[in-house]
């Protein structure tokens, strides 16, 4: 079956950087676009970026574009986000996800 974990999150200060990884198993990974999403306390689920199956191309939402950039290794199964000059309403918690399939996410904090 489908297997998502992400990891990599944490407390960071504003202006600060993390970066974000999700190990994929149980599918192609090289055949399919990955996408992050957050779930933002009291404000739901926000489709943060995307990429194309073989990274050729990507996608983001206004809020992040600029500061974040999705990436993949498609030889090892992972998908990154690279985040920096994080704010505080980056605070959230990052999935990672395909299809209908989610990992259980990783916390982001960013608070000085």
């Known amino acids: 079956q489908v297997e998502l974990v992400e990891s990599g999150g944490g407390l960071a200060q504003p202006g600060g950087s993390l970066r974000l990884s999700c190990v994929a198993s149980?599918?192609?990974?090289?055949?399919?676009?990955m996408t992050w999403v957050r779930r933002v306390p009291g404000k739901g689920l926000e489709w943060v970026s995307g990429?194309?199956?073989?990274?050729?191309?990507?996608w983001y939402a206004e809020s992040v574009k600029g500061r974040f950039t999705i990436s993949r290794d498609n030889a090892n199964n992972r998908l990154f986000l690279q985040m920096n000059s994080l704010q505080p309403e980056d605070t959230a918690v990052y999935y990672c996800?395909?299809?209908?399939?989610w990992g259980l996410g990783t916390q982001v904090t960013v608070s000085s």
């Open positions: 990429i194309y199956r073989d990274g050729s191309d990507a």
């Open positions: 996800n395909v299809d209908a399939d």
């Open positions: 149980g599918f192609p990974f090289s055949g399919y676009g």
